[in-house]
């Protein structure tokens, strides 16, 4: 009798193993996607994290910052222009694509267009037979660094502006031009501004169907996507809650009503269109000599203010009369990068121990929260009740000090959550202090406190998410030496 209550106990215990066993490989399916979803090339997009603008054109020369079209194309002469030096400096500072002005409000192109002579070929640069938008190109593709272009809509020197067939064909016609004779081109920025009272209705689903047709890796910018949206400021500022999702449909490009919409987005919106924050380096888009760049704390601010809130930065480094990013500029934009690489390099979530409340399998443990990888992350297991809070924390033998905490979430399976709060335990022997808390997190959330804290231990905790359970790809602390609070 008691061999087989033992036979039976073993027998129990055996099966109980397989069955966690099975559990914990591969039988448990990920959690279903929650869409809207990215594409892939927008999240390839998302994960460069900053993108560099370069405004360089006829203002420049005339030191404004909107020309009128009545310039005189003998005014364009960078005698030093050296668009493998704009190349380096990205790829040095860190950005993997750049951006160009190919032709700003007045008109004037810096590529040989053949819809008109406004442009390099009428300038005395290289005799009249420089391209910039070549150069610089065949530049970025030896850094490799990825090309884009900027392409303003409104032009105040096209006779055919105000005409609405006509100028709608040749804005195509000089799109057509950019997108076929320079290679890949990654992003396409539509500007919405449009600053006179000239009627002029753009043909946007035409331009954005050539788009398409003739590169179709490109991300198109506009203030309404479709693939990259405004984020309705130019401070380099997303809203602290950051939807990547959005009502494509109730937004309209050039709209001032629907900034606010843009800079928060939306929940339950029914398109993923995620924020790109366009900025200055300097107080102007275009070089001016009396302008100086920004301090490096103004640009760490900006950085949290839109990589750390879901979105990508959009950095303007305008390059001077000479043709060459100021020496002042190339300074600080180092100075930032290398602010940037001594806060992040060091992740003190990496020698820790962690758990959480609640694990879906093997696959979705919560160590997922350590690697780079955004396709792996902590998963718990699905509740039937939403309201279900989650947690997921790390211990350290030692004190880790921080005032920079750092959540991802998997964003190719959706963003999810609308509500989390950070603890930290062991703190000026508090046994447990709220050290931040916010809404959204999306492909990047980065919360700065208001002073260093030093602790044993740090939980996140979910409490609110859109779809079943929110999956955290990572969960970092560091320490930012530049920080001296609020
Ligand atoms: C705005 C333009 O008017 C500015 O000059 C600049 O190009 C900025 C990026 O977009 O709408």
Redesign the pocket.
Known sequence: MGRIFIWVVMVGIFLCCSFEVGLCNSDVPPPLPLVPLPTAKQLKWQQREMVMFL?FGMNTFTNR??GTGKENPQWFNPKGLDTNQWAKVAKEAGFSLVIL?TK??DGFCLWPSKYTNHSVKSSPWKDGKGDVVKDLSVAAQGQGVDFGVYLSPWDRYEPFYGKELQYNEFYLGQLQELLTKYGPISEVWF???KGDNTTMTYLFSKWFALVRELQISANIFSDAGPDIRWVGD?NGTAGSTFWSTINGSSLKIGEASIEGYLNTGDPYGTDWIPGEC?VSIRPG?FWHPEEKPKRLSKLLDIYYNSVGRNCVLLLNVPPNTTGLISAEDVERLMEFTNAINTIFSVDLAASTSITANSVRGEAFAPANVLDTDLWTYWAPKDHKNRRTTNWICLESKEAMEFNVVRIQEAVGLGQRVMKYGVYAFGVDGKKRMLVSNGTTIGYKKLDRLKKPVKAYKVMLVIWKCRGEVPLISSFGLHFDPFYRGE
């Open positions: 405004h910052e909107w002005t700003h409000h500007d919405g501004a130019e366009d888009w």
